[in-house]
């Protein structure tokens, strides 16, 4: 059976976010393993900002996204190591998404970033500290420079 490494990244802060895609390329790299990177487009569809979406602006996002996580790929791993990524945009809420994507990729071990952490959130972020606290995978978390 062969493995894999779901690498969760936040497309809007790329800066941070290459230290955790290096890490997830690193760890699949000596596992052997298939290398997943995600990312989560906010849904707005339940909330009131939602009435002022119509579909085809979040199929747009959606496709926005895709082309900014395949390039920021293509910018930390390089093209070749890029091509054997699976790149993955899902909309909704982000622990929730990357919990059920996991589950659905049967990942053995999520990687996501932790940035700057208020006081109310010391340890962690709040998605950050939803996935590890349910996911049923191991999670490797990337602390961002101060």
Same mark, same amino acid.
């Given at each position: 059976?062969?493995?894999?490494?779901?690498?969760?990244?936040?497309?809007?802060?790329?800066?941070?976010?290459?230290? $955790?895609?290096?890490?997830?390329?690193?760890?699949?790299?000596?596992? @052997?393993?298939?290398?997943?990177?995600?990312?989560?487009?906010?849904?707005?569809?339940?909330?009131?900002?939602?009435? /002022?979406?119509?579909?085809?602006?979040?199929?747009?996002?959606?496709? @926005?996204?895709?082309?900014?996580?395949?390039?920021?790929?293509?910018?930390?791993?390089?093209?070749?190591?890029?091509?054997? $990524?699976?790149?993955?945009?899902?909309?909704?809420? $982000?622990?929730?998404?990357?919990?059920?994507?996991?589950?659905?990729?049967?990942?053995?071990?999520?990687?996501?970033?932790?940035?700057?952490?208020?006081?109310?959130?010391?340890?962690? @972020?709040?998605?950050?500290?939803?996935?590890?606290?349910?996911?049923?995978?191991?999670? /490797? $978390?990337?602390?961002?420079?101060?």
């Amino acid at each position: 059976m062969s493995k894999t490494v779901l690498c969760a990244v936040d497309i809007n802060r790329p800066q941070d976010e290459t230290k $955790v895609l290096q890490a997830a390329k690193r760890l699949a790299d000596m596992e @052997g393993a298939q290398l997943d990177l995600i990312t989560v487009v906010p849904d707005f569809g339940a909330s009131v900002v939602g009435a /002022y979406f119509k579909d085809h602006d979040v199929q747009t996002a959606k496709d @926005g996204a895709a082309q900014l996580l395949s390039s920021f790929g293509e910018d930390v791993l390089g093209a070749k190591a890029n091509q054997s $990524v699976r790149h993955l945009v899902a909309t909704g809420s $982000v622990y929730e998404e990357v919990l059920k994507t996991a589950k659905l990729d049967n990942a053995d071990l999520i990687v996501l970033g932790a940035s700057r952490p208020d006081l109310k959130d010391f340890l962690l @972020g709040p998605n950050a500290a939803r996935i590890v606290r349910h996911s049923t995978c191991s999670v /490797y $978390v990337v602390r961002s420079a101060p």
